[in-house]
């Protein structure tokens, strides 16, 4: 069966005014499905909702018609959420606290629930130090017992929140693997930062910005959509402000210590620009720079 | 650059709430000790100025203590914040010097850490103005106790403890390493002056003390009101060493820091972060994970309930395996084994650890803790999961949301189950190791379930649903201690039911004789109530349970709107419904069937009863010359009922038309009949009934006046009950359950600021010894004077009843057992009626010398006494055939401990009482147990009522120890002669003649039992009780001779003088005298002897150098400062030692309020030398004399034959010395 998550005219306004979600409505289809968007965008709010956790001003948000603002406890029971920050009880054993957690997901056997941590476990490279208290756990093991956890259970929901960060180049790829396994029969939102995450992994993003949903689609269509209206040149630093009242600069950046800005325009700007191909980081770029 | 850190530091924590909440809470803390009684900080302020100069440097000494918390919190904050925020690598990679980052950092943070004090002096310069204020109780504002206070005081403790959690905080970097040690610091702290209880040095003890609490009290105990009242203590002595010692030793500490302080080390750094979770991949399995990681989940009831079990279990791991519950449960348990030493210690004996005693021990000494423990993991608990921030994790289960706080709810019962097991465990080790082996696990049980269990539990709940509810750890704390402040303070607002008194049930103790008594069911109702008040609580924290992020008020009254259905709204409705029921049923016990009153309500009855009827107060009366009553005691059922006649006598020369009964107006019936007598008034509020005679009863005429009195206990009541008429171990005497005549002076409030309150004249506590109308009633009773009893009790047919006389018939009728009595000599109007399921153990003394351990005359006796032996008493005393006197002991069976030992107490005092004073006048002696709601033993006519709580449970087996029921015994057989032979008029010296010969009397077979190095320690005793109660007097300290019925002074103080006098004329001269006293007047009045008789007697038979001396011990108010300076002792050829000394002697005259001036010595003091002695303890003496000391230095030289260790001054204190310990010197 395909799943499906519309998020239907969400708005939430905190209680000391900031807005976090305006107006968004989003399909989240069965698949990997990216979050983009800077600090402060209003993802983590939004994926809170969608995981039980905080209240909407406004708007729905369904699953398979399973109202999720409503019906929580049905909600929680199909969902895998692991949270940006989060931490653990610092004076038990991983096997220990991920048992617990397996009992609170439901999963009563014994037999079962062995069999099933220690498989996350090894799947989350956790194995060889189950035994250990989690107080002493680095961030990168803590991420990973925070993945093994979101897993628990049969989740067909899965949601988690900037899940890379301070994991090592191996440890990334090897989650990236295991979700899109995972994400082959159900939906998975990946809520990050990181450009490259989405572009490895998703079929469909959203690029969010002050609460507001300002591009949602299919990758490839995002990057088709620009081909050939970005432009990269090298310019020495301290012209970095002409260059930004001049042009529409989108973003910035260090190579090998020289300053490299790509560009927007429709047409090349000059001789000294050069085309570049366009990833999505320029689509995220770009759509954040037309947005402000 | 220093400066500009701590100046940053500073004003950074006045922009933090930390600040300001604690500076809140020490100013309404003080404030309500300043302005009411309620609150209490460090004692009770007693008699003193409320803004006297002792109570300012108290109130900062003690909230100093609290330093430790409030101090290490800004201290700590001020080192942790950077390494928390990460803005250590900014401060540590800019130019500002490490030590200048830390002193800074301290200095701010310390400063702000004595700025809270301000707080506890405004709170007393604005408290002390407040217009409920008695004026009378304020004394000039004066600028210099504060000063001193916080500079002297309040910042070198905050200094220390400053320093020291300052430098925990900068070396560990861990916040959980730094309140941890906090705690360590209160263990050692109290473990350290728990195991230097025992230290004789007191002034080494409270150097060590660091927070000079120890040698403030040590400076201070034996000041008087004046001195409190006017005096900053004197910048000098241990106070003085203390202060620069621990001064120092902060400055160590800091200094240690600065050394160490590693500014690279990152905070809470991860202790072993092994990253084994490397680079290479594991081979990834090829199957796809849902299969891989198939799994059946069920949910649903049964579901849920092992979703709670293993929350449960996994709340209650965490909370055992922390720090601070290990660390405050081990508090506990010193605190329990400190408790267990000094539990009930009279004169440094200790009881038997009988688990009655075990039980009030933990309720004293752990319960507290218990408290604790609860109140801080409840905040603890709710929040844990957000602390560490794993709630979106644990939110986001498919838990139902009761799973999530009942878990741990259920967790924090078990912990406090578990802390109260281990109290228990604790006390079962203590009784083992004292070698007791009589476990009552039954006891155990109840005491734990009717007196600690639920009402920590109740607070718990209330701990646990305050941190749901107002959703902020901090306020969950503040809010618990919010509830501990109002809850003390409601009495002082005239609201002392208990229904609306968190968790309070009426007040009730175990005894070994009664049980729980009648207060098992009060208890129980109580505590059903305040359970389902608790539930209700719980229903409410559940329904405002906060579940996911979003915590706003709006969202969580929506999300408990949407909770309360079903299940919870049932709860919450069967939860208020049977909470009104009981509060019905309670409000029917307390308020229907017994009358509510508050103590302001009786106290203005108290005051409405005197305004109405004093005038009365001299209005000539009958008086009763005997007694018949019958009563009828019903202990299952808590009812007495009396019916009886006295006859009365108008013993005045004109005739009396009126007779003025009161009565006690709770009694269910109090009807009295006097033939031809109309009532002419009857207030029934204050039990007081006029009649009018048909005729004037002629002077020398006599009438029957009868009565019929029921007592019935009804329900229960909200307040102290009637512990009097119980099941087993009924005492009552006549004062509460008889009719009196004429007005009851025993109804005056007797505080003179509540006096003053309600508007009532200060009272004269005793007219002088001039009043001969005073004298015309003796001190037991204004309305006669030796009397005939005749009384028959009946009681359950398996309990003993006893009342003064001798036994004239038992028998058994409609299944009750009778007892008749009867005197056979007059008595004095002062009886009792005791009935229990009693042993009995008799014995007899017989006159003569008897075989086992008696001593023949004179034998014992001090040598030296050449005074030739009385004559006998005068013969009319002599009961007819004296000869043996049966001595009988009812006691509890569980008790039969110290049975012989009174038996033997009995024996003795009787030798030595008829030898010396005179005649016993009656053929038995009885001591009977009654159940500890009061401690004391009391003598009436040949019956002595002796407490379960003091002597029958004293623990004697170390012979080293006062064996105090020896002397319990011999001072109540004491009282057969002095009361119940003599007694003094109703004037000022009258307690003397009772209680200070009783004292003497018991001081003398004391002696000879246990020889005179015993007795040293007693007095020592004796002498620091009289020192520091003279301190708490309310009104005026009188010389002994004048004495109004001030324990300190007739016990205490007689103790001390008796033994002096006794030490200056000797023995048989005041027995000589006391002989003669007797003679004169026993069994006489009206008019009634005086102290000042007495006083004569003794001047007869002292010497004339010594009659300035008779002066100071009876009519004065005479201290000394005697000190040895110098002793030295040199070996001559011969072989004989000289010792050369110089002594100090100071002779200081008081004055009623305690202001103290030198006067000339002119005295004879003991100058002695001794030699070596085991311990502390004098050896034997080489050389004792009383010399004449008329110089404030003297010098002596003397020689001894042996070698001599120890030398000095008035070396036995026999004189009133605050500072005996000087008085000699080793050699």
Known sequence: MSLELRIDDLSKTYPNGVR?????????????????????????????TVATLQEADSGSITLNGLDVLREKDEVRKILGYLPQEFGVYPRVSAEDLL??????????????????????????????????????????????????????????????????????PGERVRFHNLLAEIGENVVVILSTHIVEDVSDLCSKMAIISFGRVLVEGDPAQAMQAIEGKIWQRVIPKEQLATYQQEHAVISTRLVAGKTVVHVFADERPDASFEPVPVSLEDVYFSTLHKAA | MTNAIARFELR?????????????????????????????????????????????????????VFGVLTTTAFVANAVHRDFELGTDALFFSSPIRLWQYLVGRFLGSFAVGVMVYLGVVLAIMIGSLMPWIDKERLGPFALKPYVFSLFFIVVPTLFLIGAIFFSVAALTRSMMATYSSVVAFFVLYFVSRALMRDIENERIVSVLDPFGVSSFFLATRYWTVFQKNTQILPMGGPFLLNRILWVAIGLLVLGITLWKFDPTKSFRAPKSARNLGGGEPAPLPDSSPSARLGMTQTFGRAASLRQYLATTRIETKAVIKSIPFVIIVLLGVFNIWGNSVAVGRAFGTPLYPVTAVMVRVINNAFALFAVIIAAFYAGDLVFRERTLRLNEVTDAMPVPTWVLWAAKLTALAIISAISIAVAMLTTLTIQTAKGFHHYELGVYGKGLVLEIAPIVLLLAGLAFTLQILLNNKYLGFFGMLLYVVLDSALPALNLEHRLYSFASTPPGDYSDMNGWGHFVIPRLVFFTYWMLFTAMLIVAGHLFWVRGTDAAFRQRVRAARARLSGPAAAALAFCLLAFVATGCYIYYNTNVLNEYRTTKDSERRQADAEKKYKKFQGLPQPRITAVKADVDLDPERRALDIRGVYTIVNKTAKPIADVHVTYNSDLAVADVTIPGAKIRSDDKQAGYRMYTLAQPLAPGATLPMSFHMRYAARGFVNGQSNTNVVENGTFINNFGYFPHLGYNEHIELEDRNKRRKYGLAPIERMKPQSDLQARMNNQISREADWIDLDTTVSTSPDQIALAPGYLQR??????????????????????????????????TWSPLPSGEGGRRPGEGHESGEKLRPSSAASPHLLPEGEGPVAIEI?????????????????????????????????????????????????????????????????????????????????????????????????????????????????????????GREKMEKFLRYELDRYLRDRGDELVKEMPLSQVENQPYIHYRKGSLVMYALRDYIGEERVNAALRKFIRDHAFSGPPYTTAGELVRDFREVTPPEYQSVVTDLFEGIVLYDNQTREATATKRADGKYVVKLTVASTKLRSDAKGEEKPVPIDDWIDIGVFAAGKKENLGKPLFMEKRHITKPIESFEIVVSEKPARAGIDPYHKLIDRNPKDNTKSL
């Open chain 1, 20 to 48: 976090a979600l305006q107006n968004v409505t989003l399909t989240v289809p069965t698949g990997m499905f990216g979050l983009l968007g800077p600090n402060g965008a209003g993802k983590s709010t939004l994926m809170r």
């Open chain 1, 99 to 168: 048992d617990h957690f397996a009992i609170l997901k439901g999963v009563h056997k014994r037999s079962e629930r062995k069999e099933v941590v220690a498989a996350l476990l090894h799947r989350t490279n956790l194995y060889d130090v189950r035994k250990q208290k989690l107080g002493t756990f680095s961030g990168g093991m803590r991420q990973r017992f925070g993945i093994a956890q979101a897993l628990l259970g049969n989740p067909r929901l899965i949601i988690v929140d900037e899940p890379t960060a301070g994991l090592d």
């Open chain 2, 12 to 64: 950074y924590h006045l922009k933090q709430p930390l600040f300001y909440i604690l500076t809140a809470l020490f100013f309404l803390l003080t404030f309500s000790a300043v302005t009411s009684d309620a609150v209490v900080i460090g004692g009770g302020v007693g008699n003193v100025n409320r803004n006297a100069p002792f109570v300012i440097m108290q109130f900062l000494l003690v909230m100093s």
């Open chain 2, 810 to 843: 038992t028998w058994t009728a409609n299944g009750r057992r009778y007892f008749h009595y009867k005197t056979t000599s007059p008595i004095l109007a002062f009886w009792s009626y005791l009935s229990a399921r009693y042993a009995v153990k008799r014995d």
């Open chain 2, 890 to 1010: 009812y006691y509890d069976p569980k008790h039969p401990y110290n049975v012989d030992r009174m038996i033997y107490a009995v024996k003795k005092s009787l030798d030595y009482y008829t030898r010396n004073f005179s005649p016993y006048q009656h053929k038995q002696v009885r001591i009977l147990e009654f159940p500890r709601y009061s401690t004391f033993a009391q003598s009436f006519p040949n019956t002595i009522p002796f407490s379960e709580g003091i002597g029958f449970i004293a623990d004697l087996r170390d012979k080293e120890q006062i064996d105090y029921v020896f002397y319990v015994t011999a001072h109540e057989v004491a009282h057969q002669w002095w009361a119940h032979q003599v007694i003094g008029g109703n004037v000022q010296g009258a307690t003397m003649l009772v209680e200070t010969m009783a004292q003497y009397s018991a001081l003398m077979v004391m002696e000879k039992e246990y």
